[in-house]
T-cell receptor, first 114, second 114 residues
């Protein structure tokens, strides 16, 4: 089975721009979660989507948004980029049922905001 | 809300020595517990998980962890460390139920010296 894929792997943007990151989950997985990882804050949960609905949300400003498509692929959007948004953005997929919430992570997208 | 504490930010061990990484969690019910490993610039890889049953859990790469409810701990162990084990290790706790809510610890960076 193919793993979780994220595109692009690296991205450089300018402050004020917007960016869209993409995540393709493992086949059959219906839940996709997004995390921001920085040296100072560690791994912080952004949001989770299940069957095209946002099911859970972390404590991030409204500039961070996401969506999920019918094939479970997910996109994350950050508008009006700030320097502090520079981070590794990780996507994780899981079956998403009421049982195990074991997550499988993609390699991440490294976003640099200048 | 659940929380995870990894008290050791950085640990150095000699190759061939035994390893124990500490993890303490806070959660009112029986948690789902995970250990992940992250190599530099990479996503997270699941080492092992505990959901229920046997409190000693075996994982990949020769790692094991023991769930101790009385101590709210889920420490990761390996009897003999290899240089390739140098990485950052994250403990995580997930809630039981119908949606993804996984909280990660701040990580322990492992250095292996020859």
């Amino acid at each position: 089975k193919a793993g979780v894929t994220q595109t692009p792997r690296y991205l450089i943007k300018t402050r004020g721009q917007q960016v869209t990151l993409s995540c393709s989950p493992i086949s059959g997985h219906r839940s996709v979660s997004w995390y921001q990882q920085t040296p100072g804050q560690g791994l912080q949960f952004l949001f989770e989507y299940f069957s095209e609905t946002q099911r859970n949300k972390g404590n991030f400003p409204g500039r961070f948004s996401g969506r999920q498509f019918s094939n479970s692929r997910s996109e994350m959007n950050v508008s009006t980029l700030e320097l502090g948004d520079s981070a590794l953005y990780l996507c994780a997929s899981s079956l998403g049922g009421t049982g195990s919430n074991e997550q499988y992570f993609g390699p991440g997208t490294r976003l640099t905001v200048t | 809300a659940q929380s995870v504490t990894q008290p050791d930010i950085h640990i150095t061990v000699s190759e061939g020595a035994s390893l124990e990484l500490r993890c303490n969690y806070s959660y009112g019910a029986t948690p789902y517990l995970f250990w992940y490993v992250q190599s530099p610039g990479q996503g997270l890889q699941l080492l092992l998980k505990y959901f229920s049953g046997d409190t000693l859990v075996q994982g990949i790469k020769g790692f094991e962890a023991e769930f101790k409810r009385s101590q709210s701990s889920f420490n990761l162990r390996k009897p003999s460390v290899h240089w390739s084990d140098a990485a950052e290790y994250f403990c995580a706790v997930g809630v039981s139920g119908g949606y993804q809510k996984v909280t990660f610890g701040t990580g322990t960076k492992l250095q292996v010296i020859p």
